[in-house]
């Protein structure tokens, strides 16, 4: 079973909006942070917003203002709202959890991405 499930990338023009979300599978339990990631050809996946079980958020400086990180505790789905986007957020996005699974314990967990394009 895939712990996380993302959906909704795409290819939006600059100054588009795009919405992500991903859902954890019921193999997570006692879900700490959320967190996206994105990754570009050629260099390492860095963060992009994180939230916390309590709602404290944390975001890339690149993004701050322009992205909203949510979350729903009782769905345990995080999402991502884009806003003003711009050629350089193209990337696959990276959800991530950090949860216990039985059988491995507390760890970060991933899903398998999805593609974000910016571009006219």
């Known amino acids: 079973q895939v712990p996380l499930v993302e959906s909704g990338g795409g290819l939006v023009q600059p100054g588009g909006s795009l919405r992500l979300s991903c859902a954890a599978s019921?193999?997570?339990?006692?879900?700490?942070?959320m967190g996206w990631y994105r990754r570009t050809p050629g260099k390492q996946r860095e963060l992009v917003a994180v939230?916390?079980?309590?709602?404290?958020?944390t975001y890339a400086s690149s993004v701050k203002g322009r992205f909203t990180i949510s979350r729903d505790n009782s769905k345990n789905t995080v999402h991502l709202q884009m806003s003003a986007l711009k050629p350089e957020d193209t990337a696959v996005y990276y959800c991530?959890?950090?949860?216990?699974?039985?059988?491995?314990?507390?760890?970060?967990?991933w899903g398998q991405g999805t593609q974000v394009s910016v571009s006219s």
């Open positions: 991530n959890a950090d949860a216990f699974m039985v059988g491995r314990g507390r760890d970060d967990f």
């Open positions: 019921g193999s997570l339990f006692s879900i700490a942070s």
């Open positions: 939230i916390t079980s309590g709602g404290s958020t």
